[in-house]
């Protein structure tokens, strides 16, 4: 008979709850945090306690759409790391304590892991991958290329050496006055803009690693030396500094994966994490698809950033193999991938 399990997410700024049935999804109920947009960045401790005051009504709130008593429930999952420790540790013990007094297992999911197996979520219109595929995972702290053998077999083929894509993003909207998080208001910004009207440094990296701190600088720099002649510059010029901004970024992303695909000989290929919601990488990717170098998989908005939905059907294949997590499971803030 198919789990129904009630999942957890706190890595970052967000408390999500999802419950699921087999593979598909009941209810998936996300609580923002609002308060981090005036200090320009998550502050971790302000995040703990956010959690701490969102944790009881948000899974309240999800028992409660998707029409389950508390008493039908399988198991409980939670994200183990990566992420916020102060933030996980929220989650965890309110799992951990939820399922003994339910006394039903408890499952513990990499939010990486669980980034990409969104992709298996059964829903209708929600195409999913066959094994293996290639999965481009990019959010605020990830930036990787991984071959996805089968939903617990998993292997990086290329990775950041300094900030992520989602970082990129954040940083370079700061610079320009924009507050976190930069992203999704660099993707509206950009639908104003010329993307070829500026030239950013693209990185030479070997292999299929990545690397933006490179674009980060060189992005500083010319906003500095152009405010400098004209303090109104980065007013005037916004949607085209961020459409030329973000087709740099989709650029070098685009590059490694067609090289992944190249090398791996798969013509599978998804995208996963808060930049997976990118406007502009989508429409590459769905042009490659139209060119027929390979079948897009891109997953619904609302598994792109973080939610539980993805807790739930990551823990769902953990569930299948009987790899039940135990009480004293600790959390990992740099938690290592494919355990
Ligand atoms: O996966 P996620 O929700 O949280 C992490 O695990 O990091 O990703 C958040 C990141 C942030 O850097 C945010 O700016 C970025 O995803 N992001 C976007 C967009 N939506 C979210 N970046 C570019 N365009 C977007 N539409
Ligand atoms: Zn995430």
Known sequence: MDPIILAIESSCDDTSVAISHGRRILANVTANQQIHAEFGGVVPELASRAHQQN???????????????????????FTSGPGLLGSLLVG?????????????????????????????????GQKNPDFPFLCLTVSG??????????PLDMQILGATIDDAAGEAFDKAAKIMGIPYPGGPKIDLLARGGEPHKYHFTKPKIEGLDFSFSGLKTNFLYFLQKEMKADPHFIEREKAHLAASLQSTIVAILMEKLTAASHQEQIKRVAVAGGVSANSALRSALRDKEK?????????????????????????????????????????????TFGG
């Open 55 to 77: 944790i009881v009504p948000t899974v309240e709130a999800a028992l409660k759409r998707a029409g389950i008593d508390r008493q039908a429930l399988s198991a409980i999952a």
């Open 92 to 124: 965890s013990s309110f799992a951990k304590s939820f399922a003994l007094a339910l006394e039903v297992p408890l499952l513990e999911v990499h939010h990486m892991e669980a980034h990409i197996l969104a992709h298996l979520i059964e829903k209708e």
């Open 141 to 150: 702290g990830h930036t990787q290329i991984v071959r996805v053998n089968g």
């Open 291 to 335: 060119q027929g170098a390979w079948e897009t998989f891109l997953p619904d908005f609302e598994f792109c950033t973080d939610n539980a939905a993805m807790i739930a059907i990551a823990a769902y294949y953990r569930w299948q193999a009987q790899r039940f997590a135990r009480l004293d499971q600790a959390v990992e803030a740099r938690k």
